[in-house]
């Protein structure tokens, strides 16, 4: 929603209103762009915001993504809400979702939703909710929500694969789905805090049975995940090698991720490890700049930033470097800085960094 936000801005269009699926506005053709943008939401143009990728290889044209802005018509429907079979202020509820009247299911209500209901329906408050007396079936969709969630795979309950739970069924989420800020609702609906990181299947594994494919759209106020909007992500792209994972800093997990040393050198002068996913990993010098290094001297508590380097070894390390560090210089740790991507150490020149902590012998 926060790319979407620039966008809608960047067109002149106001804000957005939701970030859609192919099912709403067709396939596209030609190139596939995989850039992730790392929007705050007070820029004017996507350019001003950071980018990675997201694999190709997940990308088809029945992945193609839509955005409704605030000024379209589209938005002026999307979520009105009515009451039928009853009364003004009574009946069976039905909210205008993806372009259609849907009803919504039973499960994933409370006095929370039902309050909010009557009040933009201008019907005063709530006196109860309960199962319609209709059973026939409204055009084969339906609106819901999950009632349980919980981290698994993970050394603790507070870092792990992220599943939630409708009804009695559990199931995984796509990556796609997760955001900071959806990750923080979840840690503290757990009491495990806030969140560290939204993680991929190479953390905690893959999970098995059902996929769930809500996105969730929190502001980060929320203390449960039932009270962000919800929207879907297309099932087609989910499958259990993009099952989604949460780290919250009630984890033990947490005290080692983003931790940093320099090694063949001294304290303050080496070549420069990050604690990654759950290893020591290289960092690659294609993702460095000023910014990063003096963060980085920062944080080891070695003064400020002398130079940085082509490392002189040229060994792998395990395989598997770090790569794609965003920081602004005034972070006091890189995992303050926007994620890095894990990437194959024969794919750059490896990083070597000399602190001014190095020079006058003030080590920490």
Not at 113 to 133: D, H, T
Not at 301 to 308: E, H, I, K, Q
Request: charged share 20%; with cysteine.
């Amino acid at each position: 929603m926060r790319s979407a936000d620039v966008l809608c801005a960047q067109l002149d269009c106001g804000s957005a209103v939701a970030v859609v699926e192919v099912d709403w506005f067709g396939e596209g053709s030609g190139h596939i762009w995989a850039d992730v943008f790392d929007c705050q939401g007070n820029e004017t143009h996507l350019s001003q915001c950071g980018i990675s990728s997201w694999s190709r290889a997940a990308c088809s044209h029945k992945h193609d993504a839509g955005v409704i802005c605030n000024r379209s018509s589209v938005a002026f429907h999307e979520g009105r809400v009515r009451l039928s079979g009853g009364s003004e202020c009574q009946g069976e509820v039905e909210i205008y979702f993806r372009q259609d009247w849907r009803r919504v299911l039973l499960d994933s209500w409370s006095l929370s939703e039902a309050s909010v209901l009557c009040r933009q329906l201008g019907c005063g408050s709530v006196l109860n909710y309960r199962s319609s007396p209709s059973t026939t079936e409204h055009k084969h969709m339906c609106v819901t929500g999950h009632t349980e969630a919980r981290l698994v795979n993970g050394p603790d309950s507070c870092s792990g694969r992220v599943e939630l739970q409708y009804l009695s069924e559990w199931g995984t989420v796509c990556a796609v789905g997760w955001d900071m800020r959806a990750a923080d609702v979840l840690c503290a609906q757990l009491d495990c805090g806030s969140a560290v990181a939204v993680v991929e299947v190479d953390w905690f594994r893959e999970g098995s049975g059902h996929i769930w494919a809500d996105v969730f759209d929190c502001q980060g106020n929320e203390t449960h995940l039932s009270q962000c909007g919800i929207s879907s992500w297309s099932r087609a792209a989910c499958s259990h090698k993009h099952d989604g994972g949460v780290i919250c800093n009630g984890s033990s997990v947490a005290f080692h991720e983003g931790r940093v040393r320099l090694s063949g050198g001294s304290e303050c002068q080496g070549e420069v490890e990050i604690y990654f996913r759950q290893d020591w990993r290289r960092v690659l010098l294609d993702s460095w700049s000023l910014s990063e290094a003096s963060v980085l001297c920062r944080q080891l508590g070695c003064g400020s930033v002398l130079n940085y380097r082509s490392s002189p070894s040229t060994t792998e390390h395990k395989h598997m470097c770090v790569t794609g560090f965003s920081c602004s210089g005034s972070e006091a740790h890189l995992g303050n800085c926007s994620s890095a991507q894990p990437v194959n150490c024969s794919s750059g020149e490896q990083l070597y960094i000399t602190c001014s902590g190095n020079q006058h012998n003030t080590y920490q």
